[in-house]
């Protein structure tokens, strides 16, 4: 888990809403996963130049809680591509509203198939030079 959170720009950068709480208060982990899936489905999509769908998610652990008002910022890396797959790296780290402090709350690895127009697996296409 690093100290500070990655330097490039995030994927996604959201605000966790008070719809998003379970009764504690705390923000819903699946909340949470699902930003993550976005953030990585916006990289397959970028990377594969089209349409993709989740396969698999590695598992997650929660490092600590996300509460409303909290800005989340998603940060996804492509590990690596196979012929018509990618593994992605994605973390997110949240910044309670009135500090600059951040704190990484979650990570996963999410793999994604590249899909044509009729949904069947279709090759990821070489990176540009």
Same mark, same amino acid.
């Not at 379970?22 to 923000?27: F, L, M, S, T, V």
């Not at 976005?38 to 990377?47: D, H, P, T, V």
């Not at 349409?51 to 598992?59: F, I, S």
């Given at each position: 888990?690093?100290?500070?959170?990655?330097?490039?720009?995030?994927?996604?950068?959201?605000?966790?809403?008070?719809?998003?709480?379970?009764?504690?208060?705390?923000?819903?982990?699946?909340?949470?996963?699902?930003?993550?899936? /976005?953030?990585?489905?916006?990289? !397959?999509?970028? &990377?594969? $130049?089209?349409?993709?769908? =989740?396969?698999?998610v590695e598992?997650?652990?929660?490092?600590?809680?996300?509460k409303v008002?909290?800005?989340?910022?998603?940060?996804?890396?492509?590990?690596?591509?196979?012929?018509?797959? /990618?593994?992605?790296?994605?973390? !997110?780290?949240? &910044?309670? $509203?009135?500090?600059?402090? =951040?704190?990484?709350?979650?990570?996963?690895?999410?793999?994604?198939?590249?899909?044509d127009a009729?949904?069947?697996?279709?090759?990821?296409?070489?990176?540009?030079?």
């Amino acid at each position: 888990m690093s100290e500070a959170p990655p330097a490039r720009q995030p994927q996604i950068r959201t605000i966790a809403m008070p719809a998003d709480t379970n009764p504690a208060g705390d923000i819903f982990g699946g909340w949470l996963m699902s930003q993550m899936d /976005l953030a990585a489905g916006s990289a !397959a999509a970028q &990377r594969s $130049r089209g349409r993709c769908a =989740t396969v698999a998610v590695e598992a997650m652990s929660f490092h600590g809680p996300v509460k409303v008002g909290d800005e989340v910022s998603l940060y996804a890396e492509i590990l690596s591509t196979g012929r018509t797959s /990618l593994r992605i790296r994605v973390e !997110a780290w949240r &910044r309670c $509203r009135e500090f600059d402090d =951040t704190l990484h709350v979650t990570s996963a690895i999410f793999t994604f198939v590249a899909l044509d127009a009729a949904g069947r697996p279709r090759p990821v296409p070489s990176e540009a030079p």
